[in-house]
Each structure stands twice: as structure tokens, then as C-alpha cells.
């Protein structure tokens, strides 16, 4: 199995594709049966077929396994942001406040009406 790496400097994104219906392409590297890849600060956004495209981001570390495992742990990277990005914005939602209470009902409305 091979793969080629190629990384754009502009957006940093870095993409790779299994080449091996085409060994010949420049700087493919031979990646054996299971592909282990630690990238600093990386986090998937786009993955179908034989295709994968990371984000940098400043803080997470993870590995690329065999291509039948990279679908359900994008997944579950993905859940995994879903859920700390949901906790990041209800701490900056403040304290619920307590619901207002209605006066009680008069027993006799013939004040209301009088007035």
C-alpha cells in the first residue's frame, strides 16, 4: 500500500491518498497494512472513498489506523468536538434566573370592575 502526502501551506491541509492502483506517484511512501500517522493538532473535516483531509488545529494528537477504522473514528472525533463545543458555549450562558411568580387571584372582582 502506498500513500502520498501532500500538505497545502496556505490553508493547512494536509491530504492523503492510497495509490495503489498507482504506485508510481512522486513521493508516495510505502505504508504498509496498518498506517500510523501522529499529526500535532489535527482534526478531520472531509473523509469519503479513499480520501482524507485534516485541519490543524493547536491541541489534539491522534492516529490513522487501517482505512476500515478511520470512518468510525472520524466519527467518533467528530461527536468528540460536537460535545466539547456544546460544553464551551453553555458555560458563557449565565445562571437561569427564577421564574417569576404571578400575584395570587383576587377573590372578588367587583374591586376590578369599580376601578
Do not use: A, H, W
Given at each position: 500500500m502506498y500513500s502520498f502526502w501532500k500538505l497545502d501551506p496556505s490553508e493547512k491541509i494536509l491530504i492523503m491518498i492510497d495509490t495503489d492502483s498507482d504506485p508510481?506517484?512522486?513521493a508516495a511512501s510505502h505504508a504498509g497494512t496498518i498506517r500510523r500517522?501522529?499529526?500535532l493538532s489535527a482534526k478531520i473535516f472531509y473523509n469519503f472513498a479513499?480520501?482524507?483531509c485534516l485541519v490543524f488545529l493547536p491541541t489534539l494528537?491522534?492516529?490513522l489506523l487501517t482505512f476500515a477504522y478511520?470512518?468510525?473514528d472520524a466519527s467518533r472525533i467528530v461527536d468528540r468536538f460536537l460535545n466539547v463545543e456544546l460544553r464551551l458555549r453553555l458555560v458563557d450562558i449565565p445562571?437561569?434566573?427564577p421564574p417569576i411568580i404571578p400575584p395570587p387571584l383576587p377573590?372578588?372582582?367587583e374591586q376590578l370592575l369599580k376601578g
Open positions: 508510481y506517484i512522486e500517522g501522529v499529526f479513499n480520501y482524507l494528537i491522534f492516529k478511520i470512518i468510525r445562571s437561569p434566573q377573590n372578588d372582582y
